[in-house]
Each structure stands twice: as structure tokens, then as C-alpha cells.
């Protein structure tokens, strides 16, 4: 076997070792649904919208995942360190690029569990009305793509301390910077300074902004580019990172 | 097995290692001695693969630490300070998981688990958990894992520190019995252990190779007594490094 593909699967089962996972997991379904049905970001409860598509449930998505994203991964690498594991772990034959590539598959695999569980709703829909299967697609598709992105985020601050709980923050914190980064008001914002510019890299960033078009049904080359560019980049500075911070 | 070529390896302005340069062949058991923070752990990290040296280098099993790092882990056993494990694995998936990342597959896996289990007298609690083991379990966990693919070169940080007098028999008693065959690396600062199961000791202090001999050798400079052969090059360098 592959080490990497050692390391995956024992990251996989770890997550259903720990009782923690369970809770965030209940935590995410729970509060995911109720926004949906309870209505929130300047949309309509689910059934008051009398719409059978699941764009009320994809709107809260990019939020919800703010969250889980970096609480899948704050133990990553903060744990490894704190119990000096990190020692044993990359001193068995494996690179630190097979091992966080293992790792954050192993993530994306369990946020990926976790966007299976809100398909009640594709049912649900279904049963209501005739959902156009076409945004469904690509509002799934699209919120996995930036699960993993929320959880490079918060993998390259599990690298950084050895603390979970600052990882979780940190990671937290910039995973809604991400997704802000393109709101009106802040483009806006740099707008009015005369500095369009900056606005419309953040808004080419945003996660808001790349994935509205998804909601919609559309699968633009630009958007899952962005998307998977922010993924990379944060995977492979985790790698840099932890070369960094493993010995300390 | 082992060759050392003027490693180095400095944190911030402090040099942990400095220019480190010996050699050790299958059949020896070299025990690393020296005052702690001498440089011990640091040198293990970089033959390990585990830091990079600054400057120099180290052939591990005929593979370079700094061009073949991975084959060098793929040829040896290395039991970390406080030897690390996760506890939150039962032993035997413990072990499985790091035959896995070993590339060790079915049967050869299995067998290559019960030898150890066996070896390391852990079979009464191959089922349990990690975290629910006694620290001399965990320890004995933690050689095992080191000795699954039966490497030829076997490197262990303080592999008896914080162990009761029994679990130290028995780890040195595995140490000797292996001695023969592989070419194993141990540090401590527990001097009674270089006479218990070293072929060979280096004393080292502030990074530097201090002396180099046998047990009985090292003795014989202290008038019987490593204890005070010991004291007598550490201190001693120690006022020089001061003076300068």
C-alpha cells in the first residue's frame, strides 16, 4: 500500500474514533437545516418559498462549512505536534507531501460524509415538487470543492500551533474572510477608494462569488479553477509550513 | 552502517551539533552519552531523516540522509524520545497502520506482527488501547513498532528513561539479544546502561565528540570509573566553552 494511502485511512477512521467529530457533524446537520428551513440570508424559508430547488440550503453552505471546514481540520497537525507523534510519523518511510496530501484527503473524505447526510433534502425536494436536477448537480459538486478549500485553510493553521483550539479560530476566522472577501460592501468599500482593483481580486477570490454561479446550475471553468487554486496553494503551504514548525 | 560526515545543525545561534564525524558497523551497539541538551537527540533527528543538518552529511544503510531520505527511514527503526505513539489506536491497529505505511502486505504483515508482539512481550494487550497502557507497555509499543520490518539499523532515544528498574532490565535484555545482528545506536544519560548493553560509547557534550572507546576503555582513562571519566571531559569542556 501506498504510505499516503496509509495515512488516509487511518485519518479516516481517527475521525470516527473521536466523539468529537459526531458532535460537529450532529452541530452542522442540525444548524444547516434549520437555516434552511427557518429562511436567513435575505431568503425565505424553505417551504414559504414554495421553490423546489435546493437553493435555500446551498445559500447556507459556504457558512456552515466556514465552520466545519477548519474544526475537521484543527487536530490534523496541532495533536501530531503536541504528542510528538509528528516524530514518529515522519520518520517512517513517508514525505510530508504524501503525509498532509493523506491527511487532508482523508478531510475532504469526511466533509464529504457530511454534505451525503444534507441529502435528505434532495428527497425532500423531490417529494414536493420537480427540482430542476441540473443545480442540484452543481451546487453539490461545488460545495465539495469548497469544503476542501475550507479545510486547506484550516490545515495550514493546524501546522502552525500546537494549540487545536487556536487552529479552529484562526481557521475559522479566515475561511469567513474568504468568504466575505467578495461581498458588495467590501468591494465597494475599495471601490469608493478609487482602488477597484484589489475589490475585484477579492471578489475573483470570494467564495460567495464563486460559487453563486453553481447554485444556479452553471459550472464555469474560472470558478472551480479559483476554488481549486486556494485548495493548493493552502495544502502545499501546509507542507512548507510543517517542514517549518514539525521539530518545535 | 552508520557514517557520519561533519554533520552540523544550528537553532537560531545555538549549535546543537558541531561537526559530529564517526562511524559504526553491524554488530555494534554505540550508546550515546552526555549531559542533557549535548546534542544526543539532535544527531538521531538528522540520521533519522527527521531535521536536516546544516552542513554535512550521513549514509544511513547505504543511503544518504540528505539525497534518499526515505530510503534511509525504509531501512531503519527509530524509537523517538519518550517514544511517541498514538493513543488513541489499539496496539495491533497501531502496528498494522505502520506496517501499511512500511508497504508490508497480508501474511507478511501478520507474521511480521506476531513476531514482534512476541518479541516485545506484548501479547496480552495487543487489543487494547494505547492511552489505557502502562508507560512500560507504551514503551515496549513503541519498539515494536521499530522493529516490525526487522530493520538492520536501529536507533533509540533514551529507550529506558522513565522505566522501573524491571522494564529496564527487560529493554536492555532485547537490546543485547539484538546486538549481534543489527547495528544499533542508543542514547542516555544513565552511565550503568553503557555498561549494560554497549559494545561501544561516545561521550558527547555541547555538540561535539568528546571521547570515543569501549565501556572498558573509557573506564580505564577515569581509574576505574566512568562516572568520574564522564564529569571529568564534560565539565572540562564545559569551562572551556565558557572561557571562550
Known amino acids: 500500500m501506498n504510505a499516503a494511502t496509509a495515512v488516509f485511512k487511518r485519518e479516516l477512521k481517527g475521525y470516527f474514533g473521536t466523539p468529537l467529530a459526531y458532535v460537529f457533524l450532529v452541530i452542522f446537520l442540525v444548524a444547516t437545516l434549520f437555516w434552511t428551513f427557518a429562511g436567513g440570508l435575505g431568503e425565505a424559508p424553505f417551504f414559504d418559498a414554495r421553490n423546489a430547488s435546493l437553493r435555500t440550503l446551498f445559500s447556507k453552505l459556504p457558512w456552515m462549512f466556514a465552520f466545519l471546514g477548519p474544526a475537521a481540520a484543527m487536530r490534523m497537525w496541532a495533536e501530531e505536534r503536541r504528542a510528538g507523534t509528528v516524530e514518529l510519523l515522519l520518520t517512517l518511510p513517508v514525505t510530508i507531501r504524501q503525509a498532509v496530501l493523506g491527511k487532508f484527503l482523508a478531510g475532504w473524505a469526511f466533509l464529504g460524509i457530511a454534505l451525503l447526510l444534507t441529502m435528505s433534502m434532495v428527497l425532500t425536494t423531490a417529494y414536493l415538487g420537480d427540482p430542476d436536477p441540473g443545480p442540484i448537480f452543481t451546487g453539490y459538486f461545488g460545495a465539495f470543492l469548497l469544503a476542501g478549500a475550507y479545510l486547506a485553510i484550516g490545515g495550514f493553521f493546524s501546522a502552525l500551533t500546537k494549540n487545536q483550539l487556536i487552529a479552529l479560530l484562526l481557521g475559522g476566522v479566515f475561511c469567513v474572510l474568504f468568504v466575505l472577501a467578495g461581498s458588495p460592501s467590501v468591494v465597494k468599500f475599495f471601490d469608493g477608494m478609487g482602488l477597484d482593483w484589489i475589490g475585484s481580486i477579492l471578489e475573483s477570490l470570494s467564495f460567495l462569488t464563486n460559487y453563486e454561479s453553481m447554485q444556479l446550475g452553471m459550472l464555469e471553468f474560472r470558478n472551480v479553477f479559483a476554488i481549486l487554486a486556494i485548495t493548493i496553494g493552502f495544502v502545499w503551504a501546509t507542507t512548507v509550513m510543517l517542514n517549518e514548525t514539525k521539530a518545535r | ?244
Do not use: W
Open chain 2, 1 to 244: 552502517m552508520i557514517k557520519v560526515d561533519r554533520i552540523t545543525k544550528r537553532f537560531g545561534s545555538i549549535v546543537a551539533v558541531d561537526g559530529i564525524e564517526f562511524e559504526a558497523k553491524q554488530g555494534e551497539v554505540l550508546g550515546f552519552l552526555g549531559p542533557n541538551g549535548a546534542g544526543k537527540s539532535t544527531t538521531m533527528k538528522m540520521l533519522t531523516c527527521f531535521l536536516e543538518p546544516d552542513s554535512g552529511t550521513a549514509e544511513v544503510a547505504g543511503f544518504d540522509i540528505r539525497k534518499n531520505p526515505v530510503e534511509v527511514r525504509r531501512r531503519l527503526g527509530y524509537v523517538p524520545e519518550n517514544a511517541p505513539i498514538y493513543g488513541d489506536m489499539t496496539v495491533r491497529s497501531f502496528l498494522r497502520f505502520v506496517g501499511d505505511v512500511r508497504g508490508m502486505k497480508g501474511g507478511a504483515l501478520r507474521n511480521a506482527i506476531d513476531r514482534v508482539v512476541s518479541l516485545c512481550t506484548i501479547d496480552g494487550v495487543v487489543n487494547q488501547t494505547i492511552e489505557t497502557l502502562s508507560k512500560g507497555y507504551k514503551r515496549r509499543v513503541g519498539l515494536a513498532q521499530a522493529l516490525l520490518h526487522d530493520p538492520d539499523v536501529l536507533i533509540l532515544d533514551e529507550p529506558t528513561d522513565g522505566l522501573d528498574p524491571n522494564q529496564k532490565h527487560h529493554v536492555r535484555e532485547m537490546i543485547r539479544g539484538m546486538g549481534s545482528e543489527k547495528c544499533i545506536v542508543i542514547s542516555t544519560h544513565i552511565l550503568e546502561e553503557v555498561d549494560a548493553v554497549c559494545s561501544r560509547a561516545m561521550i558527547i557534550g555541547r555538540g561535539r565528540l568528546l571521547a570515543d572507546g569501549t565501556p572498558a576503555e573509557l573506564k580505564e582513562r577515569g581509574n576505574g570509573k566512568l562516572d568520574d571519566y564522564f564529569r571529568k571531559v564534560t565539565l572540562e569542556h564545559q569551562t572551556k566553552g565558557g572561557a571562550a
